[in-house]
């Protein structure tokens, strides 16, 4: 089974790469992306987290230990834009707001533009 996995995978990657060049940057075309370039767009604009709401587990891996190795716009940004994404879940929010607990959540304002957190 996991032959099969790695065939299809890695055919899914080389189609990707003929359609796009290998280009992993956003340029309005969807694309599919492995773990490895969902990593390389991580630091220091957290797409991982903004863009993809990837789960804690998977990210945490990732993350500098220390988070002033990013700048506060940056985490601010990427956290706001998470809790935005469609996938972003409250365990995963808590955990991004431990790791950067500078960074505040403007509640009032996710409210009443109609986000829903799981």
Not at 1 to 21: T, V
Not at 33 to 52: A, C, H, N, Y
């Amino acid at each position: 089974m996991k032959y099969i996995r790695q065939l299809i995978f890695n055919h899914i990657n080389d189609i990707s790469q003929q359609l796009y060049k290998g280009s992993i940057y956003d340029d309005g075309r969807q694309r599919s992306l492995v773990g490895r370039d969902i990593i390389k767009l991580t630091l220091p604009r957290l797409e991982m987290v903004s863009k993809f709401a990837m789960p804690w587990n998977y990210i945490s891996h990732y993350l500098p230990t220390d988070v002033d190795e990013i700048e506060f716009k940056q985490r601010k940004r990427a956290i706001t834009q998470y809790c935005h994404h469609r996938n972003a879940t409250l365990d995963t929010l808590v955990h991004l707001l431990e790791w950067s607990p500078t960074v505040q959540i403007e509640w009032k304002y996710l409210k009443n533009s109609g986000c829903d957190i799981k």
